[in-house]
């Protein structure tokens, strides 16, 4: 039986979260059917543009992306923190831009109509608003705005009901900075490896797309978590320097192109020095996030299913 959602998710373990859905149907999410040779293509647009548009009212953070042809992969990061500072007015704008709240959070945000609210009225619409602010940094909310809202589309296209994703999303809790960047690294490069593309730039519709496109026009995109490399700004940004990162994600790259088994990178990226990753750690955080793991993901998780590799 699968485990409740809410024991999968605690912030008080990692803010990070690996989120993978699948379709459902034998239809493509995206790409083309090679029975009826239509293309869906487009419905990429759909998932990223849904995508930008939630990050912009949740406390949810993208820190990489990838659209495959039958699913998605997400690295999500929880701002609770964020969530919490906002007044009640912030939380019912942000809502509203989602869902028509009630008829007492439509009227406060009225100014005129606010000021003819009772008190029992407004204790009533705080009540509510927290519930509203409960839910904009709940990665279930999340993924259920964007699952539902591309569901939706593709079912009036098909011109047919029912499922079109499976009934839950999986979830991997990232339990420390090598599970993070191994796990982005994973993600970013899901196209190379099924080979959907021959380099990380070409990537269409990932995070390493539109971080490299934003490098060479000397910033970062917007609508992801930036990569700032000092600790001291972890809370504004991913603990990683993003030409690191950049530069990691580019040998990685090179070796699954060649068809190597095992990834040896030039030279040991400051990243995994940084974080504690052995080359051979990094093989297996890389190439196993779904395969070998379950519902955490760390380092010495890693180590540990290392070992026993190796004594058995």
Same mark, same amino acid.
């Given at each position: 039986?699968?485990?409740?959602?809410?024991?999968?998710?605690?912030?008080?373990?990692?803010?990070?979260?690996?989120?993978?859905?699948?379709?459902?149907?034998?239809?493509?999410?995206?790409?083309?059917?090679?029975?009826?040779?239509?293309?869906?293509?487009?419905?990429?647009?759909?998932?990223?543009?849904?995508?930008? =548009?939630?990050?912009?009212?949740?406390?949810?953070?993208?820190?990489?992306?990838?659209?495959?042809?039958?699913?998605?992969?997400?690295?999500?990061?929880?701002?609770?923190?964020?969530?919490?500072?906002?007044?009640?007015?912030?939380?019912?704008?942000?809502?509203?831009?989602?869902?028509?709240?009630?008829?007492?959070?439509?009227?406060?945000?009225?100014?005129?109509?606010?000021?003819?609210?009772?008190? =029992?009225?407004?204790?009533?619409?705080?009540?509510?608003?927290?519930?509203?602010?409960?839910?904009?940094?709940?990665?279930?909310?999340?993924?259920?705005?964007?699952?539902?809202?591309?569901?939706?589309?593709?079912?009036?296209?098909?011109?047919?009901?029912?499922?079109?994703?499976?009934?839950?999303?999986?979830?991997?809790?990232?339990?420390?900075?090598?599970?993070?960047?191994?796990?982005?690294?994973?993600?970013?490069?899901?196209?190379?490896?099924?080979?959907?593309?021959?380099?990380?730039?070409?990537?269409?519709?990932?995070?390493?797309?539109?971080?490299?496109?934003?490098?060479?026009?000397?910033?970062?995109?917007?609508?992801?978590?930036?990569?700032?490399?000092?600790?001291?700004?972890?809370?504004?940004?991913?603990?990683?320097?993003?030409?690191?990162?950049?530069?990691?994600?580019?040998?990685?790259?090179?070796?699954?192109?060649?068809?190597?088994?095992?990834?040896?990178?030039?030279?040991?990226?400051?990243?995994?020095?940084?974080?504690?990753?052995?080359?051979?750690?990094?093989?297996?955080?890389?190439?196993?996030?779904?395969?070998?793991?379950?519902?955490?993901?760390?380092?010495?998780?890693?180590?540990?299913?290392?070992?026993?590799?190796?004594?058995?």
């Amino acid at each position: 039986m699968p485990s409740p959602r809410k024991s999968l998710i605690c912030l008080q373990n990692t803010p990070y979260y690996h989120c993978v859905s699948r379709c459902v149907r034998r239809a493509f999410l995206c790409g083309k059917d090679r029975y009826s040779g239509k293309s869906y293509e487009h419905r990429r647009q759909w998932v990223e543009d849904r995508l930008i =548009a939630l990050t912009s009212v949740f406390s949810i953070d993208v820190c990489a992306y990838a659209v495959m042809s039958n699913h998605t992969h997400l690295v999500l990061h929880v701002d609770r923190n964020e969530a919490l500072s906002w007044t009640t007015e912030e939380v019912l704008r942000r809502w509203h831009s989602l869902h028509k709240g009630t008829v007492l959070t439509q009227q406060y945000m009225q100014p005129a109509q606010r000021a003819s609210l009772t008190e =029992a009225q407004i204790t009533t619409i705080i009540s509510t608003a927290n519930i509203y602010r409960q839910r904009l940094y709940d990665i279930s909310w999340f993924m259920r705005l964007l699952n539902e809202f591309i569901a939706r589309e593709a079912n009036k296209e098909d011109e047919c009901t029912g499922r079109f994703w499976e009934g839950r999303f999986k979830s991997q809790a990232l339990l420390d900075e090598a599970a993070l960047v191994a796990c982005m690294a994973y993600v970013d490069l899901n196209p190379l490896r099924v080979g959907l593309s021959k380099t990380p730039e070409t990537s269409e519709f990932t995070s390493i797309k539109h971080r490299i496109e934003a490098v060479q026009l000397g910033g970062q995109p917007k609508f992801l978590k930036p990569l700032v490399g000092n600790a001291s700004q972890a809370l504004k940004g991913l603990p990683f320097n993003l030409a690191d990162y950049l530069t990691l994600v580019d040998e990685t790259a090179r070796q699954i192109s060649t068809g190597k088994s095992g990834y040896v990178l030039h030279n040991t990226s400051p990243i995994i020095q940084r974080t504690g990753l052995s080359q051979i750690n990094w093989n297996s955080m890389v190439v196993g996030i779904e395969d070998i793991f379950s519902n955490s993901i760390g380092l010495s998780i890693a180590q540990r299913r290392l070992a026993l590799s190796r004594a058995g």
